[in-house]
């Protein structure tokens, strides 16, 4: 899978999680860019990616995440 087609994954994932429709995500995107994107919906996102893509992540990964781009090399590396 492609960073790409991880990326539209990913959009799809947001939207459902944060309940926005018209979420644009991209490599750069960050949780101060949306502003529904709060601690509590960081773990509700996290556990959505792990059980769409079937992996796992550790602490140590997560808090590494800078950005969308972050979140995609880690998930990029389990596939």
């Known amino acids: 899978m492609t960073a790409t087609e991880i990326l539209t994954q990913l959009q799809k994932i947001f939207c459902d999680v944060l309940d926005i429709a018209d979420i644009v995500l991209e490599q750069t995107t960050t949780s101060a860019d949306i502003e529904e994107w709060d601690s509590l919906s960081h773990i509700q996102l996290?556990?959505?990616?792990?059980?769409?893509?079937?992996i796992k992540f550790t602490s140590e990964e997560i808090l590494e995440w800078q950005n969308i781009g972050d979140m995609i090399k880690s998930i990029e590396e389990k596939l």
């Open 46 to 54: 996290v556990v959505a990616i792990e059980k769409y893509f079937d």
